[in-house]
Structure formats: structure tokens, C-alpha cells
């Protein structure tokens, strides 16, 4: 039976935000959500350090997403964005949450780019961090809910892998190329991709939100990684294309510098090892099926 509980969501409006809203609400949850805009029961100015306290009133549990994008060319001025919205947000939710007298679990998405960049063999959550720009930025975003886990409060980091959409992130951006029969391996295809369903993304948060024993690092990917030359014959296969032109690693670099070298051309093989071991169950472990339900299920109303 569940515990309906009362749930903060931050980041709401975003990718994964929409469908895990809907999804915990048609669960029995409740759901209240912090936006920068008017879009969100309350709203919060991130960089002012402004955030309505109130908005934790009989709050059991925060869900943080909110983040700017990383799918842009990271400028000085980005990347600043990219780290400061994560780190200063998850700042803003801790202090607040440490001045409650009781104090709600926070869930917070975090990346599997805390690996690295390139890792040689399987990655679990006790694998240490990595290099590189992003890996960075989820030791200081984790790190930034450390005083909460010290206080003793229930903290679970999403460590995310590449979330299938159709709707946004990779899939949505080779989707294009590959329907115009443009499609190909990018670099040697050796690199090993982690992916998640987002159907199985929203259902590891649940998960995670009705298990209290859920808490540290959790790898949410699909339980075995792909090459990126195995998920492009996947995704050809899938939407009936060939993929025959490959992209060599050198275009990937001049066209998107840094922010390409970290995540299309990153290899990390990532196991939800902790996922697997509290027993989650995988509605979409089959990258084929995957893709095939990612790309032809009926869009949300
Ligand atoms: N999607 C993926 O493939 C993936 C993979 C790994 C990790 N993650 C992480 O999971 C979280 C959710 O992902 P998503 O794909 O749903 O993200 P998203 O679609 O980009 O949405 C994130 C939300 O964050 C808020 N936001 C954007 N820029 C912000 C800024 N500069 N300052 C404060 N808030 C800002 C926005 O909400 P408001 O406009 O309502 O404020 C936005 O709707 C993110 O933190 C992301 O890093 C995602």
C-alpha cells in the first residue's frame, strides 16, 4: 500500500519534470513545484538567492531537477550557468530544508558524467569521479546536499544516464539525420553509451520516493550499456533507415568543442548496480524495444 506523501517538485516544467509530476500524482501523491517563472506554484530566483521557504510547509520530500541545459556550447558564461543553477539551487533547497523542523528526503537528479569522460571497464556507484568539465559539476552539486546527508536526512542522488526522448536530449537531435538516411556511428562507435527509457527514468524516481531505504548514488541506466555502433544499427533498424555515413570524431569536435567531447563522444559503461540490488524492475531493458516504444508511443495529451 502507498503513503501518499506531499512532494516539492523543482525543475517541473523540464524534460523529465512533466511526466514524473503526472506520474507521482497518479500515484496519490501530491505535487507542488518551484519555478523561475509563473508556471510553478512558487518561484524561486536562483541567482538573488531568493526561494519562498513556505513552499516546504508539510512537505515530505523535494524532488530537485531544476538546471540549466547542458546541450549548448559551453561558453565561459554557460558553463557558469550550467554549474551555479545546480549548485546555488541545491544550496538554496539544503539551508532551507536544515531550518524545518521537520525535514523533507530530498531526491536530486545528478549525472553519470560524475565518472568521467572515458573509463576503462564496468562503472558502479563506488567507482570514483572522473575528469572533465561535468564530472566536476555533479561532485559540487552532490557535494552541495552533503550537510543534509550529515544531519541525518534521507538523500538520494540520480546519477542519469542518456535519457531516450523524443522530445528532447540525444535521440531527439539524431532522430533528424538518421530519418534522412544520414545517419551514422560518430567517431570509432567503440564508445560505450549508458542509456535510460524515460518511462524508466520516472519510474526510478517513484521508486525512489516510496522506498526510504533509497538513498546515496543510484545509477539510473538501463541495466546493460550499449556501443554507440550498436545503438546506431538499433535506432536504423528501428525507424527502417540505413546508417551508413559515419561522423568522425574531429566533426563532433568542431562542431560542439568541450561540450561534444563530454557526452557524445564520452565512453563510460554505466551498471545500475544499486538499482538492481533493491529490486527495481526495467520496463524498457531492451535497447531495440527501447527505442521502438520511445519513437512510436502515442505522444503524452
Ligand atoms: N535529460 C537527460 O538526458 C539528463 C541526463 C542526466 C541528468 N539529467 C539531469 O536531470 C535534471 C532534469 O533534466 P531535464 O532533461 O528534465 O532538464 P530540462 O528539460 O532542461 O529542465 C530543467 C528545468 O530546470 C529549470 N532551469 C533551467 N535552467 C535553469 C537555470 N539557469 N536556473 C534554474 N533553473 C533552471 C527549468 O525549470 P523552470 O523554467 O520551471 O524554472 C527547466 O524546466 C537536470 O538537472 C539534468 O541535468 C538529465
Request: with cysteine; proline share 6%.
Amino acid at each position: 500500500m502507498i503513503h501518499p506523501k506531499n512532494i516539492l517538485v523543482t525543475g517541473a516544467t523540464g524534460l523529465v519534470g512533466k511526466p514524473l509530476c503526472q506520474a507521482l500524482e497518479q500515484r496519490g501523491h501530491h505535487v507542488s513545484t518551484v519555478s523561475r517563472s509563473q508556471n510553478g506554484d512558487y518561484q524561486w530566483d536562483v541567482d538573488k538567492g531568493e526561494f519562498d521557504s513556505k513552499a516546504l510547509d508539510g512537505v515530505d520530500l523535494v524532488i530537485h531537477l531544476a538546471g540549466e541545459t547542458v546541450a549548448q556550447r559551453w561558453s565561459d558564461p554557460a558553463k557558469k550557468r550550467i554549474l551555479n543553477s545546480r549548485v546555488d539551487s541545491t544550496k538554496l533547497l539544503v539551508d532551507a530544508i536544515l531550518k524545518q523542523e521537520k525535514r523533507p528526503a530530498l531526491i536530486s537528479a545528478s549525472g553519470i558524467s560524475y565518472y568521467g569522460i572515458q573509463v576503462d571497464g564496468p562503472v558502479d556507484e563506488s567507482t570514483p569521479s572522473g575528469d572533465g568539465f561535468l564530472a566536476e559539476v555533479t561532485r559540487q552539486w552532490e557535494g552541495a546536499a552533503q550537510s543534509l546527508v550529515d544531519a541525518g536526512v534521507r538523500v538520494a542522488f540520480m546519477r542519469t544516464g542518456i535519457v531516450l526522448s523524443r522530445e528532447g536530449g540525444a535521440l531527439a537531435k539524431m532522430l533528424t539525420p538518421f530519418r534522412f538516411g544520414v545517419g551514422g556511428r560518430i567517431g570509432s562507435g567503440e564508445q560505450l553509451m549508458s542509456w535510460i527509457s524515460l518511462p524508466d527514468l520516472v519510474s526510478a524516481y517513484v521508486f525512489a520516493v516510496e522506498n526510504e531505504n533509497v538513498d546515496g548514488p543510484i545509477n539510473v541506466v538501463a541495466p546493460q550499456p550499449a556501443s554507440n555502433l550498436g545503438f546506431t544499427k538499433n535506432l536504423g533498424f528501428v525507424i527502417g533507415r540505413p546508417t551508413i555515413f559515419p561522423i568522425p570524431a574531429a566533426v563532433i569536435k568542431l562542431l560542439f568543442g568541450e561540450m561534444g567531447k563530454e557526452t557524445v563522444l564520452s565512453d563510460l559503461g554505466v551498471l545500475p548496480q544499486r538499482l538492481t540490488k533493491f529490486g527495481f524492475q526495467w520496463q524498457n531493458p531492451d535497447l531495440e524495444e527501447a527505442l521502438r516504444e520511445t519513437i512510436y508511443s502515442e505522444p503524452e495529451p
